[in-house]
C-alpha cells in the first residue's frame, strides 16, 4: 500500500467540497426531486423512486423521472396510497424498469404507507435499529429494506419475470456498492446542506457510507484513498474510513468533491 499525503488530500477535499456542496449542484441533479415537495411524505416518496432510477445517463433519467412525478399529477404520496393496481394503465419505462416491475414496486409502497407502516423512514429506521453491529447498521438497514419489498408474492413466484425490479432494489446480500441508497441516505440525513434535505433523524451523518459510483471509485483510486479495484462494498467501507478520518462528524460530505470533481474533471484540468 502507497503512502499518501492525507493532509494535502484532506486540504483539497475541502476546497472541492465548498466548490461543488452549493444550490447550483441540485439542477443537474436527481436530488431536485427532493426539492420540489414540502410535505415530508411527499418528500420521502420522491426522493426513493429518484434515487433508485438514477442509473445512466443524467440527462435521460432526469427527463423520464419529471414524465413520471407529472404522471402522478405531482402528488406522489397521494399517488401511492390511492394506487389500484387494476386500473393503472401506464407504458412508463426506463431501460431495465418495465411497466411490470413498476406495477409491483407502486403496490409495496402503497401496502408500506397504507398497512404496515406510516412511512419509508420508519422502515430504514426499523433496520438500521435491528443491527448488533454499529459498523453494519448501514447495511443492515438497507438489507430490511430490500427484503421488504422482494416478500411481493407476484415477485417470489417468478423472479425471473421482474429483471428491472431486482434492478431497482439491488439486494445488499450481493456485496454491492448500493450506490443508490447510500445517496438517498445522504439526501435525507444531512442537515444544514444547501443540497441534501435533511428530514430524517434516525441516523447521524457520522455513519452514513459513501455513494461509491464510477467516479468516486476512480477518483479516490487516483488519490490513494481506495486501493481495492471493484466498487463493491468492502470499496465503500474502506473509503468511507479513509473519510472518516478527515470529518468524523460528516465524512460523506466529501461525496461532492469526489463526485463533482469526477464528472467535471475534463473542465478542470483544462483550467
Known amino acids: 500500500m502507497k503512502t499518501i499525503d492525507k493532509i494535502s488530500i484532506k486540504e483539497e477535499l475541502d476546497k472541492l467540497y465548498i466548490k461543488y456542496e452549493t444550490k447550483n449542484f441540485i439542477k443537474d441533479d436527481p436530488v431536485q426531486f427532493v426539492h420540489i415537495f414540502k410535505n415530508p411524505k411527499d418528500i420521502e416518496i420522491a ?6 432510477f438514477a442509473f445512466g445517463k443524467r440527462e435521460m433519467f432526469i427527463k423520464k423521472l419529471f414524465s413520471l412525478f407529472n404522471f402522478m399529477q405531482m402528488q406522489p404520496y397521494e399517488f401511492i396510497v390511492n394506487f ?5 394503465c401506464s407504458d412508463f419505462n426506463y431501460r431495465f424498469i418495465k411497466p411490470n416491475d413498476l406495477l409491483i414496486f407502486f403496490g409495496e409502497l402503497k401496502k408500506l404507507y397504507t398497512k ?4 419509508l423512514e420508519e422502515l430504514f429506521a426499523e433496520g438500521f435499529k435491528t443491527s448488533l453491529y454499529k459498523e453494519y447498521r448501514v447495511f443492515n438497514s438497507l438489507q430490511y429494506v430490500c427484503d421488504y419489498f422482494y ?3 407476484d415477485f417470489l ?3 425471473a419475470k421482474y429483471p428491472g425490479y431486482k ?4 439486494n445488499p ?17 444531512r442537515k444544514n446542506s444547501p443540497v441534501d434535505i435533511g428530514i430524517w433523524s434516525f441516523l447521524d451523518p457520522s455513519e452514513l457510507l459513501i455513494p461509491l459510483d464510477v467516479h468516486v471509485g476512480n477518483i479516490s483510486r487516483s488519490a490513494g484513498l481506495l486501493n481495492r479495484k471493484q466498487n463493491d462494498f468492502k470499496s465503500v467501507m474502506e473509503l468511507t474510513e479513509i473519510l472518516k478520518e478527515f470529518d468524523p462528524k460528516d465524512p460523506i460530505k466529501y461525496d461532492f468533491a469526489l463526485f463533482g470533481y469526477g464528472v467535471n ?3 478542470d484540468l483544462q483550467k
Open 157 to 159: 413466484q417468478n423472479e
Open 167 to 170: 434492478f431497482m432494489l439491488s
Open 84 to 88: 389500484d393496481k387494476k386500473a393503472y
Open 173 to 189: 446480500k450481493n456485496k454491492g456498492a448500493m450506490k443508490r441508497l447510500n445517496m438517498f441516505l445522504r439526501w435525507m440525513i
Open 116 to 119: 404496515d407502516k406510516s412511512s
Open 265 to 267: 474533471r475534463a473542465a
Open 47 to 52: 426522493g426513493f423512486i429518484s434515487a433508485l
Open 151 to 153: 416478500k411481493n408474492p
